[in-house]
């Protein structure tokens, strides 16, 4: 587990090292963990998976592949400051990792999840590892309305500014019939 900026970073030689572990072949799969996981540090974390041989008999030839797996959405807040993986959560990244290297699993990239990259195209994007350049905007997010989701929430506040002021015109007349 390693801080997130160790994606993306070029400072202290990072771009350079990420880029030789790369080529080198060693980097298997990238996992992005969503905030608030850890109570001792609010820094955000990802797991790097390294296999010195993706080749091997026992699993799917992925030698020049990566999967990237952006889980930020998964979990759930426990409370304001604390966000908790469930025991499903963790099965769901699991199980896309064992698909993914099994000869006979059935992975499939799913938008906004996972998606399993060429070498290429991690070379193209200059060694920067961050799954959410990888997987993309989940389906239902792609196919957002701005105009319409505006104008939706632009009316939900208006007839809630109204509602405001309906309420406060209650509560000052309710005050005038205390006396004191």
């Given amino acids: ?3 997130k900026g160790s994606l993306t970073s070029k400072t202290s030689e990072e771009g350079d090292i990420r880029k030789a572990l790369t080529e080198a072949r060693l980097v298997d799969c990238i996992v992005n963990l969503p905030a608030k996981l ?3 540090t609010q820094i955000p974390a990802c797991l790097w998976f390294v296999s010195r041989n993706k080749a091997n008999g026992k699993f799917r030839n992925r030698i ?3 999967l990237f797996i952006d889980a930020r959405n998964e979990g759930h807040l426990i409370n304001r400051r604390t966000r908790e993986l469930s025991a499903a959560d ?3 990244i699991a199980r896309t990792y064992h698909a993914w290297r099994n000869p006979n699993g059935s992975y499939e990239d799913v938008k906004g999840f996972c ?4 070498l290429e195209r991690v070379r193209e994007l200059d060694y920067v590892l961050t799954p959410g350049r990888y997987v993309g905007l989940p389906e239902d997010e792609e196919d957002f309305d701005f105009k319409e989701r505006f ?3 632009k009316a939900e506040f208006e ?4 509602e405001e002021t309906r309420l406060n015109t209650l509560i000052l007349e309710n005050l005038q019939k205390i006396e004191v």
Avoid: G, R, V, Y
């Avoid at 007839?159 to 109204?162: E, G, I, K, N, S």
């Fill in 1 to 3: 587990m390693l801080a």
């Fill in 38 to 40: 850890f109570l001792n």
């Fill in 64 to 66: 020049d592949e990566i």
């Fill in 90 to 92: 963790i099965q769901k």
């Fill in 115 to 118: 998606n399993s990259a060429s």
């Fill in 151 to 153: 104008t939706s929430l």
């Fill in 159 to 162: 007839a809630q500014l109204q």
